[in-house]
């Protein structure tokens, strides 16, 4: 199976900063990778796929990058709406796996 | 509007049974493979399993294979995740989610529309 790691588990910032998270594969899964956000109590929302695509209706302060082992998300400057935890997906192979998530709270 | 709707949880004995249905409405529902996920309380996203377009592929995760079976009815616009041989472990919220893209295997595939989830305990 391929394995997932965040970095880093827990994050805390500022409204207006720019964080990025990481997120490595135990094997190369090219560009099938994908960003989630969820907030307590809700479903996931899709934020990236393909590893840097933007999914429709998401702000572009959002941005997804990397292939092969190593990819980022990088959200530009933090609005208030953003703290959140943050999950990378891989679907290159099955099972299809997440990363342990990313907690991003304010500062 | 795009809408995948669980439905069938609630609270069953160890080793009992319980089966979860996810109604899809505002897409082609036949065009699209679907898939569920799970979460334990205060834990992460766990995927469970997944259909293909035509129904005749599905995929699961070690620790339901054999005890959890994914099913669809296109008629009834449906998906259905028979689970069997309940634990402990296995209580979480359970997401139904459909892929964004089209048909299986796509390059830019991930999962564009989730349900709301719904919740199963297993406890006795």
Redesign the interface.
Same mark, same amino acid.
């Given at each position: 199976d391929i394995q997932l790691t965040q970095s880093p588990s827990f994050l805390s910032a500022s409204v207006g900063d720019r964080v990025t998270i990481t997120c490595r594969a135990s094997q190369g899964i090219r560009s099938y990778l994908a960003w989630y956000q969820q907030k307590p109590g809700k479903a996931p929302n899709l934020l990236i796929y393909a590893a840097s695509t933007l999914q429709s209706g998401v702000p572009s302060r959002f941005s997804g990058g990397g292939s092969g082992t190593e990819f980022t998300l990088t959200i530009s400057s933090l609005q208030p709406e953003d703290f959140a935890t943050y999950y990378c997906q891989q679907l290159n192979s099955f099972p299809i796996t997440f990363g342990q998530g990313t907690r991003l709270e304010i500062k | 509007e795009v809408q995948v709707l669980e439905s069938g949880g609630g609270l069953v004995q160890p080793g009992g049974s319980l089966r979860l249905s996810c109604a899809a409405s505002g897409f082609t529902f036949s065009n699209y493979a679907m898939?569920w996920?799970r979460q334990a309380p205060g834990k &992460?996203? %766990?995927?469970l399993s %997944?259909i293909s377009v035509s129904g005749d592929n599905t995929?699961? *995760?070690?620790s339901v294979k054999g005890r959890f079976t994914m099913s669809r009815d296109i008629s009834r616009k449906t998906v259905f995740l028979q689970m069997n041989s309940l634990r402990a472990e296995d209580t979480a919220v359970y997401?139904c989610a459909k892929y964004?893209s089209l048909g299986d295997g796509a390059?830019?595939? *991930?999962?564009?529309v989730? &349900?709301? &989830?719904t919740m199963v305990t297993v406890s006795a």
């Open positions: - | 898939t996920v &992460g996203l %766990e995927w %997944e995929y699961y *995760a070690d997401f964004r390059p830019d595939r *991930a999962f564009g989730w &349900g709301q &989830g």
